[in-house]
T-cell receptor, first 112, second 115 residues
Framework: TQLLEQSPQFLSIQEGENLTVYCNSS?????LQWYRQEPGEGPVLLVT?????EVKKLKRLTFQFGDARKDSSLHITAAQPGDTGLYLC????????????FGPGTRLSVLP | GAVVSQHPSRVICKSGTSVKIECRSL??????MFWYRQFPKQSLMLMAT?????????EQGVEKDKFLINHASLTLSTLTVTSAHPEDSSFYIC???????????FGSGTRLTVV
């Protein structure tokens, strides 16, 4: 069974601060996705990373896929209250028949 | 982009009744859809994988007779919670794979409250 770990599980910061969320596994994934979920809604896809070492930027969010495709990080610059939510990483196993694996999530709260 | 529509968004039902939740892929075909359950402040827990034209695959510990899944077409999967009890109250979310962007598109979720 492939497992994903996320850290920290909870994070409360002030508006304007920077933060990094980590997603780690001992397994290799063909791709990895990051989602953000707001209360009462379904997760929304932020980014998909496919190539080891890949870096993608989405405005103030920077996503990186580890060289070995086992881990990823999400860095938010100058966080805003609108960034508040549950951030989930999800890995697509190398084995096509295996299901998507979700991490436990990082619950971010950005205080004004 | 891919859109998955889930209905209803909220439902309150009495103990012992059944509730059906629909999940539709609006602009793409989904041979496989996934049903998740999410408890407050927790991550998504996969309940079952819905396969078009065949039986669903349930995760360990999920009662197939209680959570009936039907995937009759390439754009529609339904989850029926039968003989609902208060402990079935939860947030249920469906998703489908959009191969155009490698990712999964999620429905907006259904908040089920059993009283």
């Amino acid at each position: 069974t492939q497992l994903l770990e996320q850290s920290p599980q909870f994070l409360s910061i002030q508006e304007g601060e920077n933060l990094t969320v980590y997603c780690n596994s001992s397994s290799v994934f063909s791709s990895l996705q990051w989602y953000r979920q707001e209360p009462g809604e379904g997760p929304v896809l932020l980014v998909t990373v496919v190539t080891g070492g890949e870096v993608k930027k989405l405005k103030r969010l920077t996503f990186q896929f580890g060289d070995a495709r086992k881990d990823s990080s999400l860095h938010i610059t100058a966080a805003q209250p609108g960034d508040t939510g549950l951030y989930l990483c999800a890995g697509d196993p190398l084995n096509y028949g295996q299901n998507f694996v979700f991490g436990p999530g990082t619950r971010l709260s950005v205080l004004p | 982009g891919a859109v998955v529509s889930q209905h209803p968004s909220r439902v309150i039902c009495k103990s012992g009744t059944s509730v059906k939740i629909e999940c539709r892929s609006l602009d793409f075909q989904a041979t496989t859809m996934f049903w998740y359950r999410q408890f407050p402040k927790q991550s998504l827990m996969l309940m079952a994988t819905s396969n078009e034209g065949s039986k669903a695959t349930y995760e360990q510990g999920v009662e197939k007779d209680k959570f009936l899944i039907n995937h009759a077409s390439l754009t529609l999967s339904t989850l029926t919670v039968t003989s609902a009890h208060p402990e079935d109250s939860s947030f249920y979310i469906c998703s489908a794979r959009d191969r155009r962007n490698y990712g999964y598109t999620f429905g907006s979720g259904t908040r089920l409250t059993v009283v």
